[in-house]
């Protein structure tokens, strides 16, 4: 046995997560008995899909000195099973961050690589599922009372014209309970090659169970939609945050004041967010002064001030249209906007994501995906407890026209 100092190939993977969410992770110190329990539970649950050539001796690295019996039991498992021992810590690693810590940090194997967005998106279907209770209280894994929910369906992606819609709730993919699986093992599942078909079963708002099959493809994203559906008000619909969003925002806000209109509408709806500096340059757009919004970190809290050069400070007047698939980087947009006085919110109450994450590339190609900080609007107000709420409640059809989209904002 010996520490991470220098760690046999097999053990690369522990100590780079280990040492990373011990670095970065919002709620560090972390508590080493619960994360190798965690470890422990994963190699316990471990079972091998091919023979293996059982293994004799290994020489076991440990992050702390909580690991060591899970070294005993690594020990025991590989002379009695004939279990492959990377598969055994990958198994121990995913069971650590997924019993241990919050369902917004988790480890991506390699070959899942690129098939989750940074924001959960799972592309090969276009879904974004969230795991949460009745009360919508987000959970790591499937077991009662926490369900498969779909947060977001890519709009003519497979999943959006197989027929799946928000607020469906998946309870097996091609006809295996999803009990017991956190959100990895979900998109893992629900990933593949495109052209190939995948089925999951469904139990809708009203109860009503359904099978869908879903033909994956290549990712199809929502682009930006810019148009004056009325005189004098402008439609603007943003569907992330990413690093070109800023400059297109401030291209198409350039154009609605050039054209004089006197209102704008902002649709966030299934915005699943992006980059924090993203969304503090396109909140700097329509704030003259003060903060977009303040992260609460392990190393301290940062502000983020609102950027000079806006081209929407002073007018027109905002509303801006939300859902439950509006989160984290939407709801730091929506949160100040409305907490600042500069645009009124619509629609239904948001995701409630109030974290921000990072990824970190791992020895073997995997990857990491770490809460770094939570996040408050500039009052101190988290969305943690049921999102950002709209000042009118209205229910805006997913398939809405811009202009029926402005017509239910504004007759709210």
């Keep these: ?3 991470c100092a220098t760690p ?10 280990y040492e990373y969410l011990a670095e970065n992770h919002a709620d560090a110190p972390l508590d080493a008995e619960a994360l190798a329990a965690g470890f422990a539970l994963g190699i316990g649950g471990y079972e091998e899909t091919a023979e293996i050539e059982r293994i004799e ?28 021992l990377e598969g055994a810590v990958e198994a121990g690693v995913s069971s650590m961050i997924a019993l241990s810590l919050d369902p917004f940090t988790y480890y991506i194997p390699p070959e899942l690589s690129g098939a989750l967005t940074p924001d959960g998106v799972i592309a090969a279907v276009g879904l974004l599922v969230t795991i949460a209770d009745p009360v919508g209280s987000v959970c790591t894994l499937v077991q009662d009372p926490c369900q498969v929910e779909v947060v977001t369906v890519i709009e003519d992606g497979p999943a959006h014209s197989a027929g799946l819609r928000v607020g469906d709730v998946i309870t097996a993919i091609d006809g295996e309970t999803v009990a017991g699986a956190d959100l990895v093992e979900i998109a893992q599942r629900l990933d593949g090659n495109t052209g190939t078909s995948v089925t ?3 139990r809708g708002p009203n109860d009503d169970a359904r099978t869908l099959s879903l033909e994956r493809s290549q990712p199809i994203w929502p682009e930006f939609e810019l148009e004056v559906p009325r005189t004098g008000v402008g439609y603007l619909r943003i569907p992330d945050f990413s690093m070109e969003t800023p400059v297109v925002v401030h291209s198409a806000l350039e154009s609605l004041t050039a054209s004089g ?17 993203a969304v503090t340059l396109v909140a700097s757009e329509f704030l003259s002064a003060g903060l977009v919004f303040r992260s609460l970190g ?10 000079p050069g806006g081209v929407a400070t002073s007018g027109p007047d905002i509303t801006v249209v939300v859902n439950g698939g509006s989160a984290s980087a939407s709801e730091i947009l929506a949160g100040v906007l409305q907490e600042r006085g500069r645009a009124r919110v619509v629609g239904t109450p948001t995701f409630g994501k109030d974290t921000v994450q990072i990824g970190f590339l791992l020895r073997n190609d995997g990857v990491l995906r770490v809460t770094v900080a939570h996040w408050v609007t500039p009052e101190g107000e988290s969305v943690a407890a049921g999102g950002v709420a709209p000042d009118a409640v209205v229910d805006i059809p997913v398939d809405a026209t811009p202009a029926e989209v402005v017509d239910l904002a504004f007759g709210s």
Excluded: K
């Design 200 to 202: 999951v079963d469904l």
């Design 8 to 17: 046999a190939t097999s053990f690369a993977l522990l100590c780079d997560v």
């Design 261 to 277: 209109v006197d209102d704008l509408v902002i649709d966030l709806r299934d915005n699943p967010g992006g980059f924090v500096d």
């Design 298 to 307: 392990p190393a301290g809290d940062l502000d983020y001030p609102v950027q």
């Design 57 to 84: 001796s290994f020489q076991c690295a440990v992050p702390s000195p909580a690991f060591e019996t899970s070294c005993e039991l690594l020990s025991e498992r590989l002379v009695g099973s004939g279990i492959s």
């Design 1 to 3: 046995m010996t520490d």
